[in-house]
């Protein structure tokens, strides 16, 4: 768990990918880690969250007594609406997702592979699995943007050549954030972008388990706007 | 207009779900999801049912033990599920589903969500199968048709008829005409459109026919057989804020 321990807060984390985000984008953003995106101040820029569960435009999570039990985010959170939001059922909130409408989706993932492949619904052994709406959305989103910890609890890279546990979707991550650092998927495969503040190069070469291109000079994560 | 909707009990109204039935369970993440009607087709005691539905349990808004999946699962109702989850969405969650299905007690067939809906749409539209990019190049696709538009490779899936759909909604009116509250419409419209059979919970007090504006109906009531007004509680469960939920369950009284 990275808060607590080295490099950025989850809060941090979720942030840097938040400030990819153009204004008007369409953004869908996973169970666990990823949620954290809404927290960001957007500022001027007007995103729209949009949940599996038909919720096109939903705005912060409600404080507890005041959560409407009418009224969830595909985490299963009470949230708000934001004005001009709408509510759709499951079919027409996954043709919002197979036609391409969804600019962005965040996902957790347990590994990224330097290809694009990633890997988020099924742990090495299980039986059963959590799909929900990723693989939908992995392959129909713009954009895929992963949100996780650089190694396992057992300190394994979770950035790797191949993934050894079952896909989720090929070749279709663009930028993976982790505690150590932001990563890009580009057509040569991964390349360090930007360093978390206390982390070094050579600990990032320790625990990423590809090869990874990385620049002379590694700028430090962008923390704000 | 045809034979009365509206049924005076969730016994009565799946009184007649017979053994080895499919049925659709609405909702998700307790919002829509039919509380009542698990807690009835629970005692009513069909066996060998196919169960769909996003999950196999409820949310923080439902007691742990309050009714759900895991209630049939228990009761050894349940052959199959056909799911989106059939694993918790949290290491720190147990299921009752997976305790069973860990055995080999119970089938499962994990399915994409927006697979899941649309396949349900598909039979509610007379749509035998269509074509899908979810899950292309998982494990999920090994072995089955796919083809290629345009390009892209897609995956062939095939329509999910239903026998029963049971499912909850806001208000309705004699005729079955349902209108559904912020994110209680989910998957709720798409099982009854896949249903020969549609069993509703309703929250408010059953409409006289032609109360609900015709512009304002969500699913028209051609899709929808039985109608049963939840009562209030602790006859008829509702989904509690959290923190009562949690406080509910550390005084260890529960149901």
Known sequence: ???????????????????????????????GIPTLCSNFDFGDKGIIFHAENGVIGYGPLTG????????????????????????????DSFGIIRSGRIDVTVLGAYEVAENGDFANWKMAGQKGGGIGGAMDLAACAKHVFVAMEQVTRNGHPRLVERCAIPATARGVVDLVITNYGLFAITPEGMALREIAPGVTVDEIKATTGCNLSIPREVPPVRLRG | MPKNKVYPSFADAVRDVPDGSVVGFGGFAVVGMPINLYKALAEQGAKGLTCVSNGTRGGATLPADGPDMGWLIQNGQVKKVICAFTAPTRASQKLVFSEYYEKGLIDAELVPQGTLAERMRAAGAGIPAFYTPAAIGTELAEGRETRIFNGREYLLEEALPLDYA?????????????RFRRSQRNFNPLMAMAARVTIVEVEEDILPVGAIDPDDVHLSGIFVHRLVKIPPPPEGWWPQRPGAVAKLETAGNVR
């Not at chain 1, 969830?72 to 509510?87: K, S």
Request: proline content about 3%; some cysteine.
């Open chain 1, 1 to 31: 768990m990275s808060d607590g321990a080295k490099g950025l807060t989850r809060q941090q984390m979720c942030d840097r990918l938040a400030m990819e985000f153009q204004d008007g984008w369409i953004v869908n953003l996973g169970i």
């Open chain 1, 64 to 91: 507890p007594g005041r959560e409407d039990l009418h009224l969830v985010n595909a985490g299963g959170q009470h949230v708000t609406l934001n004005p001009g939001a709408a509510i759709v059922h499951h079919a």
């Open chain 2, 166 to 178: 049971l499912i909850r909604a806001y208000q309705a009116d004699a005729f079955g005409n349902l």
